[in-house]
T-cell receptor, first 112, second 113 residues
Framework: KAGVTQTPRYLIKTRGQQVTLSCSPISGHRSVSWYQQTPGQGLQFLFEYFSETQRNKGNFPGRFSGRQFSNSRSEMNVSTLELGDSALYLC???????????FGPGTRLTVL | GDSVTQMEGPVTLSEEAFLTINCTYTATGYPSLFWYVQYPGEGLQLLLKATKADDKGSNKGFEATYRKETTSFHLEKGSVQVSDSAVYFCALSRSGSARQLTFGSGTQLTVLP
């Protein structure tokens, strides 16, 4: 069974631009969560989607948004990029009623 | 709010040494507790979990026991290998929000041959 895949693996953007990251969950998993990992703040929860609906949201500004499609694939978007948005963005998928999250390899975003 | 406090690293051990990484938590109710491991350039892998008090999670020689009285979930391994070198994260999720993990700061483990 294929694992969680994230594209692209690496991105370089400049301040003020926007970016879209993609996540494909494990087949059969309907929940997708996103996390930001930085050296200073560690791993922080961004949001979770289930059946195309945002179910949980972390404490991030409105520049961070996401969506989920009917095939459970998810995208997250960051608008008006700031230097502090440079991070590893991790996606995780979960089966219904199971609390194990399976993580993808992440997308490394660098904002110049 | 919820929080996880993890032993600061880095930790450097010789092969076959005993490993303990301390983890304590603050949360309402009865959270589920997890240890994740991150190898260089990779995402997180679930190492073990425990969902209620006194549960012991174990995997690949690693163990951790859910201690509600001390709000702790310390990771242990009797004999570490070079291949165990990685960053280890303790995490919790509260009932009803199982997909929202709160992580500790991570502990870098280096095992020398």
């Amino acid at each position: 069974k294929a694992g969680v895949t994230q594209t692209p693996r690496y991105l370089i953007k400049t301040r003020g631009q926007q970016v879209t990251l993609s996540c494909s969950p494990i087949s059969g998993h309907r929940s997708v969560s996103w996390y930001q990992q930085t050296p200073g703040q560690g791993l922080q929860f961004l949001f979770e989607y289930f059946s195309e609906t945002q179910r949980n949201k972390g404490n991030f500004p409105g520049r961070f948004s996401g969506r989920q499609f009917s095939n459970s694939r998810s995208e997250m978007n960051v608008s008006t990029l700031e230097l502090g948005d440079s991070a590893l963005y991790l996606c995780a998928s979960t089966r219904d009623r199971i609390d194990e999250q399976f993580f993808g390899p992440g997308t490394r975003l660098t904002v110049l | 709010g919820d929080s996880v406090t993890q032993m600061e690293g880095p930790v450097t051990l010789s092969e076959e040494a005993f490993l303990t990484i301390n983890c304590t938590y603050t949360a309402t109710g009865y959270p589920s507790l997890f240890w994740y491991v991150q190898y260089p350039g990779e995402g997180l892998q679930l190492l073990l979990k425990a969902t209620k008090a006194d549960d012991k999670g174990s995997n690949k020689g690693f163990e951790a026991t859910y201690r509600k009285e001390t709000t702790s979930f310390h990771l242990e391994k009797g004999s570490v290998q070079v291949s165990d070198s990685a960053v280890y994260f303790c995490a919790l999720s509260r009932s009803g929000s199982a997909r929202q993990l709160t992580f500790g700061s991570g502990t870098q483990l280096t095992v020398l041959p």
